[in-house]
């Protein structure tokens, strides 16, 4: 055997080598074990953070308001909103409302990054964003909710899975004791299982 057949051997065993190892790691990047985004509770967390470049942290903390102003969930009840989230506001008046008509909104108490999964190993070391969605503390359970009532976790700090799920409603909900078609849901309060409208958006995995 020549040297040039010896090399080409080596050559082909270590391919093989990298092969075996190099599989199992993108499969177990699909799992929802897999970082997939981050619950930050203040602009001043992006400058405390690591994962997210934090000038690309304060952009998505401003989109983030933005979001807020128009899907935060609306309260017909000053009282109900505030049972649940405290220190709630008069929503702004929407332009095709009726005379007298009022709700209210709860402050955003954090904002959801999701992470763009085609980014999550940038070489430079921070995930890509993709997707961002206004978060909403419930004082009775101390979960963070995204505009849809969807329960995101009860911390801040980094999310798994589909828990970085940014998809976001296409209209703010409106929260009443009729609740949406069922008033046994509406029992449960935002955040329970019922939902109206479609999702718009949504970037988990990217």
């Excluded at 070391?125 to 997707?131: M, T």
Aim: hydrophobic share 30%; glycine share 14%.
């Amino acid at each position: 055997m020549t040297v040039h057949d010896r090399n080409s051997k080596r050559s082909r065993q270590l391919r093989l080598v990298l092969m075996a190892v190099s599989v199992p790691a993108v499969l177990t990047g699909c799992g929802d074990d897999q970082p997939s985004g981050k619950v930050l509770t203040s602009r001043e967390d992006c400058a405390a953070q690591t994962e997210i470049a934090p000038a690309e942290c304060e952009k998505a903390y401003q989109q983030a308001l933005v979001e807020h102003e128009k899907l935060a969930p609306r309260f017909e009840s000053e009282k109900e909103c505030n049972d649940q989230f405290g220190a709630c506001q008069p929503a702004p008046v929407a332009a095709n409302a009726s005379a007298g008509s009022h709700s209210y909104m709860p402050s955003m108490s954090g904002f959801l990054i999701g992470y763009a999964l085609s980014q999550a190993m940038q070489p430079r070391g921070y995930y890509g964003i993709g997707g961002v969605s206004p978060l909403y503390r419930d004082y009775r359970s101390g979960g963070y909710l995204r505009p849809g009532g969807e329960l995101v976790g009860k911390s801040s700090g980094t999310v798994y899975g589909k828990q970085g799920n940014t998809a976001l409603p296409a209209r703010a909900m409106t929260v009443s004791r009729a609740g949406f078609g069922s008033s046994a849901a509406a029992r449960g309060g935002f955040g329970g299982s019922r939902s109206s409208g479609s999702s718009r958006g949504g970037s988990w995995g990217g």
